[in-house]
Nanobody
Framework: QVQLVESGGGSVQSGGSLRLSCAAS????????MGWFRQAPGKEREGVAS???????RYADSVKGRFTISQDNAKNTLYLQMNSLKPEDTAMYYC?????????????????????WGQGTQVTVSS
C-alpha cells in the first residue's frame, strides 16, 4: 500500500521560506513522474513543480526562480523548497507520485498523470 505523507507546511509572512517534505512508503521510485500540486479555495488544483523521468524539473511560471523541487531516493522523500513566498502562494500543497514515465513538461501538465497523493499540507502566507 502506497502512502505519501507531507510535512513542513505552516504560516509565514510574505518573503519567508518553507521546505515541504513528502515521505513515501510502499512506493519504489523507478524514474516515474514526481510532483507537487497546490489548490487554493475555489480554484482548481494546479501543478507547481515536477521531476521527469530524465531528471528534468519544471515549474509553474508563478513559482519559477522561487521554488525548487528535489528528491532523495535513498530516503524515498520528495522536497519542495519555497523561498520568497507571496500571499498568492497560499494553498493546500499536495505531493504526487506516479507509475508513469514522462518528461518534466508532461509530469507537471496534469494531476491525472499521477496515481498516488498525499493528504496535503497547508501553506499560508500573510502580507
Amino acid at each position: 500500500q502506497v502512502q505519501l505523507v507531507e510535512s513542513g507546511g505552516g504560516s509565514v509572512q510574505s518573503g519567508g521560506s518553507l521546505r515541504l517534505s513528502c515521505a513515501a512508503s510502499g512506493y519504489t521510485y523507478r524514474g516515474y513522474c514526481m510532483g507537487w500540486f497546490r489548490q487554493a479555495p475555489g480554484k482548481e488544483r494546479e501543478g507547481v513543480a515536477s521531476i521527469g523521468s530524465d531528471g528534468s524539473t519544471r515549474y509553474a511560471d508563478s513559482v519559477k526562480g522561487r521554488f525548487t523541487i528535489s528528491q532523495d531516493n535513498a530516503k524515498n522523500t520528495l522536497y519542495l523548497q519555497m523561498n520568497s513566498l507571496k500571499p498568492e502562494d497560499t494553498a493546500m500543497y499536495y505531493c504526487a507520485a506516479s507509475i508513469t514515465y514522462g518528461s518534466g513538461d508532461y509530469c507537471i501538465r496534469s494531476q491525472y498523470h499521477y496515481n498516488y497523493w498525499g493528504q496535503g499540507t497547508q501553506v499560508t502566507v500573510s502580507s
